[in-house]
């Protein structure tokens, strides 16, 4: 057993006893120091009796026991010396009349580097008697030793001198003074043949490297050897160094074949961290040290902590040559401005350059106070990267309170990943409000800049953006501060145009706008450009000589040709390098040459097209299985024959879960792979875990309720391909690309037209028919739960959840914060009753988010209000593209009456009427005399949007209800308001308008009590 030993920390003399006891007992080799200190006389050591060899220094002090059981110690190597000079250290070890009197190191034979020091020990007498000599290596090392004892206790010592002198001889074990001439270190006899090996330390058994009590250097499977085995080893057959199969590693004094997961390898050895001039870098799984290229990465604590508050002059220099900070930098005034407290002075702000190399920050940027003498952040222009590990509240990035400040300066700042940014009371700050943050801040939310410089200032005392700059903004003045280029780029700064036709050096356009240099020896060309690329094969014309498709400075003065003779080229009239003529002494390997050209193209060529078709065949077989397991069906229980069904029991195994979409009232929704037993094939698939936290569900059979589920086949239903029972129902769907309905009408409003509105409508409504006749209702239908299939179909999720939770009670409870309250009818909200026409109440909210492009219903109303609203008569107001056709139809399915609202059969049908002429119902673009009858409806929230990876393109299918309202609703009185004032003004003047619009002028009754009372009435009117 190996232990490494560092420094213990204790509180409490039993607790330092039971930290010794729980770390050296079984150990036989300490890799440290050993330390015995403030130990009591009434406590067993005999843990320490394993022991064996102590790499470091051996501390014996201020204890009171008598005796110390290191019986079986052999070696002290003294890599590490107490107080730089003693192996070997007891002192103080007494307490009234009891303390140490024997210590117990019958076997030490050896002692590598260092001194002993025995002081002030009274009851240990006989130990400046043993022959120290003989066991410390270095004869020139220093032995301290004095009793500390009075008079009569020294007369004492002398009495008993020969009797400890007799008891000295008994214990110790002389092993090298009393060697013959011959042997150079230990041995086991007086015999010139009795010597031990050169690599024993402490003496030995035998003369073999295996007969060491210890070994000098490195033990390597119990024999004595110089070094491990290294990795390399030189084959004399081959003269080339191999890999060596037998290589083991250094990790303190034995050989290992593997180090330790903590420690890195570097050579042959196992080390904690790597040497300067050399990056731990993991190599086939191992970690290894390998030199730099360049600048080596330094990795540098932050500040934040007690010790490290702020970044100040007395830590400043600690952040030289660093490449990335391992926390946070917090720039506070204590700092900056110094600390008289504990007399530190003020920081330089030359030093603050030493930030030059930062590249990365893990934590935050955290500047309160700056030197008056910068007016910018510029020390940190190569910082690219803030993590935001940890954020102080929401913000990685702060800049406050500072005077000084003109500009950011961050130029090289391209990500923040996470946390917000937090700009304010810089009052010279300019640029700043020019930047768009969108790019740089990953993570979605509100950067708070506030209180700087205004920006009409700024535009008017001329701190603007370089013209050369793109929309994007820039950090400050210059072209060399612009977050992106207009038009081109040359070496980070931003230019008007590459020296295509004209200019020293010619260059050409990279595709991301960069200028490059054209190869030195391509010739300028007037008019027209130089060169297509970098490379010397890239000139449209060679300034001095072409060698095949190369430019080049001469001709070359001699190749090897195929026997061995060398060979010259020439160059011809047009300046092209030509071979000379095979009879010439110069000969030619042009032949060769274009031989092994054409036969490369053509095994590249075959190689190409066998390619292809391999990849072409696992595409295909791909999608056949991609087919069979889309597209089949099979009876879900074996005992339901007859039962056609689409979904499949699955094994947890087959599922892999990847990135959270979204989450919900009953559970997550996961974007995951399903991989069906015994096939390699790899579907992607919508994960649903279904958790009941009552603890009433197990999900461990199969129901009926699920046969339902999975029986489900509708063209705007989404296909529930599999079902994994357990603790938690997992429901695999369909993974729809396009994400949810919600999120495509707030993102591309401006390009929907009234056809695919209505005919979402017309899916939406057949989809849910299809759900009544199957006897399953919705209970949570909205906008959020319907995802695009397509550009033009829609599909309906998260149906017969609640029922999987609850199959015997159907009246359930959302919990307070997720109950969709906007979304449900009255009798859902009141009596908790749930019927197909309830979900057809939420039908009805559902199209009017349709058709205010993704609005939240009653915005600007808390959900505990939206009942008594309800209950007065109160509905959501009419959306600005709907005629009052399409608004009668939403207040049809909002009436308080359940049995007086259409079924979902008579919605489709109704819906598919309009879908034939949308132009007449749905007016996307209002007259201009109707532009301005309700600015208020026009207001919208800025929602930021993150791009996501390629894989990452699926829209989070989520149930929450937090969703950021892009169009407010009315309050009551505008509601009232407009409608009397707007849609009467502008709509069609049918028998329908003329009744509403006359229900609408009866001050003291409520709309909706009216209307409801009279739509019997309606079909007369008509």
């Known amino acids: 057993a190996i232990q490494m030993i560092h420094k213990l920390i204790y509180s409490s003399p039993a607790q330092h006893y039971n930290n010794l006891k729980e770390r050296y007992t079984g150990c036989e080799i300490v890799m440290g120091n050993l330390e015995i200190t403030q130990m009591e006389s009434d406590l067993d050591f005999s843990f320490l009796g394993s022991i064996r060899e102590v790499t470091g220094y051996i501390l014996i002090a201020m204890n009171q026991f008598s005796r110390l059981p290191l019986d079986q110690l052999r070696v002290i190597r003294g890599s590490s010396l107490y107080e730089k000079e003693w192996a070997l250290s007891v002192f103080h070890n007494f307490e009234s009349h009891s303390g140490l009197e024997d210590l117990g190191l019958t076997n030490l034979t050896e002692i590598l580097e260092g001194g002993v020091q025995i002081v002030h020990n009274r009851n240990l007498s006989y130990a400046p008697w043993i022959n120290w000599r003989d066991i ?482 696992l595409a295909i077989r791909r999608k056949r299985a991609l087919r069979r397991y889309l597209e089949s069906g099979e009876p879900l229980d074996p005992g339901e024959k007859g039962t056609k069904v689409h979904a499949r029991i699955l094994k947890p195994q087959e599922l892999r879960k990847g990135k959270l979409l979204g989450y919900g009232v009953f559970g997550t929704v996961n974007k995951g792979l399903w991989i069906p037993e015994g096939d390699s094939v790899k579907i992607p698939v919508a994960i649903k875990s279904i958790q009941d936290r009552s603890g009433r569900q197990t999900f461990t059979e199969i129901t009926d309720h699920m046969l339902a589920m999975g029986g489900l086949d509708h063209p705007y239903i989404v296909r529930l391909l599999g079902i994994c029972p357990g603790t938690n129902l997992q429901l695999v769907t369909q993974l729809s690309p396009q994400g949810s309905l919600l999120q495509h009408l707030r993102q591309h409003k401006d390009r929907l037209d009234p056809q695919r509105l ?83 109440w939420s039908y009805g909210v559902t199209v009017w988010e349709m058709m205010s492009y993704g609005a939240e219903p009653y915005a600007s109303m808390h959900p505990n209000d939206v009942p008594g609203l309800l209950e007065k008569g109160e509905r959501l107001a009419q959306p600005q593209i709907c005629t009052i056709d399409v608004y009668m139809v939403m207040v049809k399915c909002w009436m308080i009456d359940e049995n007086v609202r259409p079924t979902f059969k008579e919605l489709a049908s109704e819906f598919t009427r309009m879908a034939r002429d949308p132009p007449r119902y749905l007016v996307v673009k209002p007259p201009q005399n109707c532009v301005g009858a309700d600015e208020s409806h026009q207001r919208y929230v800025k929602s930021s949007h993150l791009e996501a990876d390629d894989d990452d393109d699926d829209e989070v299918l989520q149930d929450g209800f937090a969703t950021p309202p892009l169009q407010l609703s009315p309050t009551r009185s505008h509601s009232r308001l407009r409608m009397a004032s707007y849609k009467v003004r502008c709509l069609q003047y049918t028998s329908t308008n003329i009744f509403f619009m006359f229900t609408l002028s009866l001050g003291s009754v409520r709309f909706f009590d009216v209307f409801e009372r009279s739509l019997l009435y309606l079909p007369r009117l008509n």
């Open 136 to 617: 410390v290596r270095d004869s020139d090392k220093i032995l301290s030793f004095s009793c500390g004892c009075s008079a009569i206790q020294r007369l004492w010592t002398v009495l008993l001198l020969y009797k400890m002198i007799r008891r000295c001889f008994v214990c110790i074990s002389v092993t090298k003074t009393v060697c013959a001439p011959q042997c150079h270190g230990h041995c086991f006899g007086t015999n010139p043949n009795e010597c031990c090996h050169t690599e024993c330390a402490g003496g030995c058994i035998g003369p073999r490297d295996t007969d060491c009590f210890a070994c000098r250097h490195v033990n390597h499977s119990d024999a004595c050897v110089p070094h491990c085995p290294w990795p390399l080893v030189y084959n004399r057959q081959t003269f080339q160094l191999e890999p060596n199969s037998e290589a083991m590693y250094q990790y303190g004094s034995i050989c290992v074949p593997k180090c330790p997961g903590h420690f890195i390898v570097d050579g042959s050895a196992c080390v904690s961290s790597c040497p300067p001039g050399k990056r731990e870098k993991k190599k086939n799984g191992i970690k290894q040290c390998e030199p730099c290229i360049g600048l080596c990465p330094k990795v540098c604590e932050g500040t934040g902590a007690n010790h490290r508050q702020t970044v100040d002059s007395s830590n400043i220099d600690s952040f030289i040559n660093c490449t990335k900070i391992q926390g946070s930098l917090h720039f506070l005034i204590l700092g900056i401005k110094g600390d008289v407290y504990l007399n530190i002075p003020p920081l330089e702000p030359e030093k603050l350059k030493v930030f030059n190399t930062v590249r990365e920050i893990t934590g935050i940027l955290n500047i309160q106070s700056w030197p008056d003498e910068l007016s910018d952040l510029s020390v940190f222009s190569s910082l690219t990267t803030i993590q935001g590990r940890s954020l102080l509240k929401p913000f990685s990035l702060l800049v406050m309170k500072i005077p000084s400040l003109t500009s950011l300066g961050l130029h090289s700042l391209r990500e923040i990943s996470d946390g917000c940014v937090y700009i304010t009371q810089n009052k010279n700050l300019c640029y700043h409000h020019t930047v768009n943050w969108t790019q740089i801040v990953t993570s979605n939310c509100d950067n708070d800049i506030k209180d700087n410089k205004p920006q009409i200032k700024c535009e008017e005392e001329g701190h603007v953006c370089d013209p050369l700059c793109s929309d994007s903004g820039c950090w400050g003045p210059g072209p060399e501060q612009c977050l992106s280029c207009r038009n081109h780029s040359r070496l980070g700064t931003c230019v008007s145009h590459c020296n295509l036709y004209s200019g020293s050096p010619r260059e050409f356009a990279a595709p991301n706008g960069e200028c490059l240099a054209c190869h030195p020896e391509c010739l300028p060309q007037n008019g027209k450009q130089t060169c297509k690329g970098k490379g010397a094969d890239q000139c449209v014309a060679c300034s001095n000589m072409m060698d095949g498709p190369h430019c080049v400075s001469t001709c070359p003065n001699g190749v090897n040709g195929e026997k061995g003779q060398t060979i010259f080229k020439y160059p011809n009239a047009e300046g092209h390098c030509k071979p000379c003529h095979l009879n010439c002494t110069r000969g030619s390997q042009i032949a060769g040459i274009s031989v092994a050209v054409f036969a490369g193209i053509i095994v590249l060529l075959a190689v190409f097209v066998l390619g292809f078709l391999y990849r072409r065949g």
């Open 758 to 840: 209505l005919n979402w409508c017309v899916q939406i409504a057949k989809g849910m028919y299809y759900l009544e006749e199957h006897c399953i209702a919705h209970r949570n239908l909205a906008a959020r739960n319907v995802l695009l299939k397509s550009d033009y179909i829609v599909q309906i999720s998260d149906f017969g959840v609640v029922d999987l939770l609850y199959p015997d009670d159907k009246k359930y409870v959302y919990s307070e914060h997720k109950m969709p309250i906007k979304w449900m009818a009255l009798e859902s909200i009141l009596f908790r009753r749930y019927t197909h026409q309830s979900d057809v």
